[in-house]
């Protein structure tokens, strides 16, 4: 199955309804289809062909949801980019990815137009966008994508500090959809309020993808705001909200009352991209009377398994495979471990991506001999069938669900002046799970200020270390390598 034609019953059989909400506009599916159909012409005209990569740097907008079912459509490669990567972050995407055409809103262009410089790709702006639809004619017909051509390249930070582009088909997606559809019970007359981001596969993949493909309602906002969050449920009143932790964590702050209300109308809470503590799950349901339905996804994945809709949603576990989805947890030598025993998740599915952009090594080592993804998540499964995830075999740290290797900050603070060497590392936060903590080796004392503004200047702010904390040596062992567990966990440190 391609996305147009999971697509086509609500963008042309539901033309009429309205799809997406946004700012108080809202569009019909017609609307969406026809002006998408302009966008892909427009496009196409520009030279721009199927397979070339479309890079966008945008924040929730209906521009960034034409762009993708434009690009969708004419089988061309939507790229996104985090909008909170700073200008190198973008450049390293922008190099890999070699897109034809990178969108920025107009506040924004100087910054993606010193990403690109000598590179070859053209930056539009989103401001362009309303007149060219204006006079682009509809196009009779678009080139169809094939199943497993891509249909988006999804950025995933690098174990090396060099970030990979996961190539996810148009079956891929579809696959996801669909599974999601089934698991939690979707159908056209649920209205989800989607306060992700769509440069990420939470929002892109589950939002976007099970709206269209079955065309209920979607309010969609800029961004997630704390202050407007509970007036944004309140308002709209959907009956499902896909968040990550810190969301969760976030409407805590929610008063009894008004929670008991929200929680009222809204039919499905489902939590993923970061560990939900199994506090923040028992606290949710005592306030809101939900239980939150926790699942379990990758980017080179989408979402691989979840806690039941009907039936035991346990706080800690990510649940059971979701349909069609082999998941086995081995050791090292890829044997399947017994029930109990902790190991590698590896997983195999239609919902598999078809590897890293230009990177056939990496591909390689991604996947076993018999095909399954190496997740590098640890996790182990009960005689009930029940997976509890328990670490990473790989350094990461997820900080709002936001994912980082800490090698990535490393290799950023090693190029700072008075900076011998670095070595970051996850420290749990109430809010953000996670936050990273920069232990720094430096002849000198260390400036705790510059390395910080220098830090905000160049790297996105969740990838901003909570403190540095100045050591005389990295602890190694024999081989050399940076034992990061000997070192100290201060109680305060200077930020
Ligand atoms: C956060 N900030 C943003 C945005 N989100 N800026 C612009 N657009 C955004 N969408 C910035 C803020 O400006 C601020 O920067 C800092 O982040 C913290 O913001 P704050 O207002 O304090 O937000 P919060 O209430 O703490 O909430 C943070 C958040 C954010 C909104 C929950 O962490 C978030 O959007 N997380 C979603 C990540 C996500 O979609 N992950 C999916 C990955 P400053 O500090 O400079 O002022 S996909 C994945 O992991 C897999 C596949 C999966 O299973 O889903």
């Not at 503590?277 to 939900?290: I, M, Q, V, W």
């Not at 990496?362 to 509890?388: H, V």
């Not at 090698?407 to 990273?436: H, M, N, T, Y």
Request: overall charge negative.
């Amino acid at each position: 199955m391609n996305l147009p034609n999971l697509f086509a019953p609500s963008l042309k059989q539901a033309a009429d309804a309205p799809g997406l909400e946004f700012n108080g506009e809202v569009f019909t599916f017609g609307r969406l289809d026809e002006d998408s159909d302009r966008l892909a012409a427009w496009l196409l005209s520009l030279g721009v062909e199927p397979g070339d990569r479309v890079a966008v740097y945008l924040k929730n907008s209906p521009s960034l949801v034409l762009i993708y079912l434009a690009a969708v459509k004419a089988g061309l490669i939507f790229t996104p980019i985090n909008i909170l990567y700073r200008r190198d972050e973008i450049a390293h995407i922008l190099a890999d990815a070699e897109p034809k055409i990178v969108f920025a809103d107009p506040e924004s262009q100087d910054l993606v137009a010193s990403a690109i410089a000598g590179s070859g790709s053209r930056l539009l702006l989103t401001s362009e966008i309303e007149q060219a639809i204006a006079r682009t004619q509809r196009p009779a017909t678009l080139p169809a994508p094939a199943d497993d051509d891509v249909a988006a390249l999804v950025y995933t930070s690098g174990t090396t500090g060099r970030p990979k582009g996961a190539m996810l088909t148009q079956a891929n997606f579809a696959a996801n959809a669909l599974n999601l559809i089934e698991a939690w019970r979707m159908t056209a007359d649920d209205r989800l309020l989607l306060t992700l981001p769509l440069f990420h596969v939470h929002g892109l993949g589950n939002g976007l993808h099970t709206w269209l493909a079955l065309g209920y309602r979607l309010r969609l906002t800029e961004r997630f705001r704390k202050e407007t969050i509970v007036d944004e449920l309140l308002d709209f009143r959907p009956t499902v909200f896909f968040g990550v932790p810190t969301m969760y964590e976030r409407l805590l702050e929610t008063p009894r009352e008004v929670a008991r209300e929200i929680g009222g109308s809204l039919r499905l809470f489902v939590s993923g991209s970061a560990p939900l503590p199994a506090a923040t799950h028992r606290k949710f349901e005592d306030l809101f009377g939900s239980v939150i339905l926790e699942r379990y996804g990758m980017s080179e994945t989408l979402m691989n398994s979840g806690n039941p809709h009907d039936g035991e949603r346990r706080p800690g576990s990510v649940g059971l495979p979701l349909p069609n989805i082999s998941i086995r947890i081995c050791d090292e030598t890829d044997a399947e471990a017994v029930n109990g025993q902790t190991g590698e998740l590896q997983i195999k599915g239609p919902n598999v991506f078809s590897g890293y952009w230009r990177q056939d090594s990496a591909t390689k080592e991604a996947f076993t001999a018999d095909g399954f993804f190496r997740s590098g998540d640890l996790g182990m499964r009960g005689d009930d069938g029940y997976i509890t995830l328990q670490g990473r075999g790989k350094e990461l740290i997820i900080s709002g669900g936001f994912n980082v290797y800490p090698r990535e900050i490393e290799e950023f603070l090693a190029k700072q002046p008075g900076v011998s060497e670095a070595a970051v590392v996850g420290v749990p936060d109430p809010l953000k799970g996670e936050r990273p903590l920069a232990f720094i080796v430096s002849s000198n004392p260390i400036d705790a200020d510059a390395l910080g503004a220098a830090c905000r200047e160049g790297l996105a702010s969740f990838k901003n270390p909570t403190a540095f904390v100045q050591v005389a040596a990295l602890p190694r062992n024999a081989l050399g390598k940076v034992q990061k567990h000997l070192l100290p966990r201060p109680q305060s440190t200077s930020s």
